[in-house]
């Protein structure tokens, strides 16, 4: 399976998942209300259809953002750009580059001084963020991003799903002038 199906699929079983104490209380409601009839059986079998047929638009949708952020970027977004913590390595980029960027980035803000130096980014629009550090090593010139869920941006609801990635790709468009977007 390729790697942008996983990421549907992750999507969309979790989107599914996330549903489910809705639909388990919705059944409930249903039996107390008609008792166990064949005709409530009837009703909560759609229910489960009901579901999938509207995570599967927004599982589609939600790996289409994930794609078109890491496009021209060299990641591939996978069912690793839901995860809580996103790494990446530059090279060629000095520090005072990376701080400056950074500084005068609209996303970033509390960017902190020497090395490494810790921020805070806004991938959304809102007030969550990411915690973001780029460590540089002297020695072999590369800078190490990591990106992590932080103030209000859990990644494990359904809203902010992949928002680490996002943010992720948004920082590399930043670092690597020759690589923006036009």
């Known amino acids: 399976m390729t790697p942008r199906r996983r990421l549907f699929v992750r999507l969309l079983l979790s989107a599914f998942a996330d549903f489910v104490p809705l639909m388990l209380t919705m059944c409930v409601m249903d039996f107390v209300d008609d008792g166990i009839a064949w005709s409530a059986f009837g009703r909560l079998a759609g229910i489960p259809v009901a579901w999938a047929l509207l995570a599967?638009?927004?599982?589609?949708?939600?790996?289409?953002?994930?794609?078109?952020?890491?496009?021209?970027?060299?990641?591939e977004?996978?069912?690793?750009?839901?995860?809580?913590?996103?790494?990446?390595?530059?090279?060629?980029?000095?520090?005072?580059?990376?701080?400056?960027?950074?500084?005068?980035?609209?996303?970033a803000f509390e960017v902190g001084e020497g090395n490494p130096v810790d921020f805070r980014w806004?991938?959304?629009?809102?007030?969550?963020?990411?915690?973001?550090?780029?460590?540089?090593d002297e020695s072999s010139g590369e800078a190490r991003v990591e990106v992590r869920a932080g103030k209000g941006l859990k990644s494990d609801v359904l809203l902010f799903q992949g928002a680490v990635f996002i943010a992720l790709?948004?920082?590399?468009?930043?670092?690597?002038?020759?690589?923006?977007?036009?």
Do not use: M
Request: with cysteine.
């Open 56 to 75: 599967l638009p927004w599982a589609a949708w939600r790996t289409g953002v994930l794609v078109r952020a890491a496009r021209g970027l060299g990641i």
């Open 77 to 107: 977004a996978s069912e690793n750009a839901l995860d809580h913590t996103q790494t990446y390595v530059l090279t060629g980029i000095p520090l005072a580059l990376v701080r400056a960027e950074l500084g005068s980035a609209r996303r």
């Open 122 to 136: 806004r991938p959304l629009r809102g007030r969550a963020s990411a915690d973001g550090t780029v460590t540089f």
């Open 169 to 182: 790709c948004q920082i590399l468009r930043t670092l690597q002038p020759t690589k923006r977007a036009g």
